[in-house]
Structure formats: structure tokens, C-alpha cells
């Protein structure tokens, strides 16, 4: 098997942060309890 470059895909629909009608600000992002540490 290749080793090739690695990737985070965040997702933002209430998976990890929570849900925002709109996300316009980075001080808005809270993450979800239990994300920081699965990550």
C-alpha cells in the first residue's frame, strides 16, 4: 500500500460543533462534549 498525505474532514451540521444557523464568526465554534478527546 502508498502512503499518501492524511486528511480531517470536519463536519458541521451538529456532528462535532454544535448546530448554527450561520456560522459566520470562529469564536461562535463550540464543539460537542466528548469531541475534543475522540479526535
Known amino acids: ?3 499518501g498525505v ?3 474532514f ?3 451540521d ?3 460543533i ?3 444557523v450561520y456560522l459566520s ?3 461562535q465554534v463550540v464543539l460537542l462534549p466528548g ?3 475522540a479526535l
Do not use: I, Q
Request: aromatic share 4%.
Open 1 to 3: 500500500m502508498e502512503e
Open 6 to 8: 492524511g486528511a480531517v
Open 10 to 12: 470536519f463536519d458541521r
Open 14 to 16: 451538529g456532528t462535532l
Open 18 to 20: 454544535e448546530e448554527k
Open 25 to 27: 464568526d470562529p469564536e
Open 35 to 37: 469531541v475534543a478527546t
